[in-house]
């Protein structure tokens, strides 16, 4: 039983988690917020040794607990970063990365500590002739509220009618 055996029906079939919004749908205020999801000790080392990051206070046991100020390991600053925009990343075929502003880790975040995120629009300009530039926060929090990370990305967005932005 194969209910998509025509594979050139494939392409007419919606992609999971892809979104097709312009420049014109975004609205200054709009926040989703994600799932939690709860970082494990082996996921943790995971990201650890695909980046090369062995810092003792995220590697090693002895010394997070004998001589770290937290008394336990943390978890990767960089790891909550991913993990936590992870969570509500969308695939929007019309939007751009730019780049990442005031990117700032809060507090500290621990193996076991159950993360959830955030994410608000802020504003939006117009910026070239196809795109305009767009702006939005994300706060990452952990357990029951605590913020950890904050930081705002910019993107560039296709406008759905350009000749609506251009120079008269």
Not at 26 to 44: D, L, Q, Y
Not at 111 to 120: A, S
Not at 142 to 157: A, R, S, W
Request: hydrophobic share 40%; proline share 4%; net charge neutral.
């Amino acid at each position: 039983m194969n209910p998509n055996k025509d594979v050139s029906k494939h392409k007419d079939i919606p992609v999971w988690n892809a979104e097709n919004w312009f420049y014109e749908d975004i609205v200054a205020g709009k926040s989703i917020r994600s799932i939690r999801r709860t970082i494990s000790e082996g996921e943790s080392m995971q990201f650890n040794a695909l980046m090369l990051d062995m810092h003792p206070y995220v590697a090693d046991e002895i010394f997070a607990k004998e001589e770290g100020i937290f008394g336990r390991r943390l978890v990767a600053g960089a790891f909550v970063f991913s993990a936590g925009l992870g969570l509500v990343a969308t695939n929007c075929v019309n939007a751009f990365s730019y780049g990442y502003d005031k990117l700032r880790f809060i507090k500290p975040v621990f193996i076991g500590d159950t993360i959830y995120t955030i994410k608000t629009d802020l504003d939006k300009q117009p910026k070239y002739k196809d795109m305009g530039l767009y702006r939005a926060c994300y706060e990452i929090f952990k357990n029951e509220g605590e913020l950890v990370l904050y930081c705002e990305h910019l993107q560039t967005v296709k406008y759905r009618n350009p000749e609506a932005f251009s120079e008269k």
